[in-house]
């Protein structure tokens, strides 16, 4: 049961994370830079890394590695993302072009925020395998055994 409510809290925290991040990010992709709005989604990130690590300290210790590891990478990337959109509003705030911004560095922060949202598909995978290990594949049906079983009853 503490396992469970672990991953349960690990993987609300990253997904708010990153919903956060991504507003912060889509903030800059408006038509009009709103810089005043940045700064509120900015603190609203910030506010969530505490949560975060809270969260991924205990499923690094609830374990097993596979699903500690895909926690910590998910946080390590959603916090270079966060410093990334950080780095963004502190550049606006000291006088930098948001659009000159955007158009020289929003594929990096697209890739990072892609690679984000993996570590925490990864995450809740491997956390899925260990709730469920019944369903070895995932959510998309029976795992090798379960497959060879259907393959056998359908040759019948």
């Given at each position: 049961k503490?396992?469970?409510?672990a991953y349960y809290t690990c993987s609300t925290n990253l997904l708010a994370r990153l919903d956060?991040?991504?507003?912060?990010?889509?903030?800059?992709?408006?038509?009009?830079f709103d810089l005043a709005k940045a700064q509120v989604l900015l603190q609203r990130l910030d506010?969530?890394?505490?949560?975060?690590?809270?969260?991924v300290g205990a499923v690094a210790a609830e374990g097993p590695?596979?699903?500690?590891?895909?926690?910590?990478?998910?946080?390590?990337?959603?916090?270079?993302?966060?410093?990334?959109?950080?780095?963004?509003?502190?550049?606006v705030t000291s006088g930098a072009d948001p659009d000159g911004l955007v158009q020289s560095r929003l594929r990096y922060a697209h890739q990072d925020q892609s690679d984000v949202r993996q570590g925490v598909d990864d995450f809740t995978r491997e956390c899925r395998?260990?709730?469920h290990p019944d369903e070895s594949s995932g959510l998309w049906g029976p795992g090798?055994?379960?497959?060879?079983?259907?393959?056998?009853?359908l040759r019948s």
């Open positions: 503490a396992r469970r409510q956060a991040a991504s507003a912060l990010l889509e903030a800059f992709v408006e038509d009009t506010d969530q890394r505490d949560g975060v690590a809270r969260a590695y596979a699903v500690a590891s895909n926690a910590k990478f998910a946080a390590a990337g959603l916090e270079h993302l966060a410093g990334r959109l950080r780095d963004w509003v502190t550049a395998k260990v709730l090798r055994r379960g497959r060879r079983r259907l393959r056998l009853r």
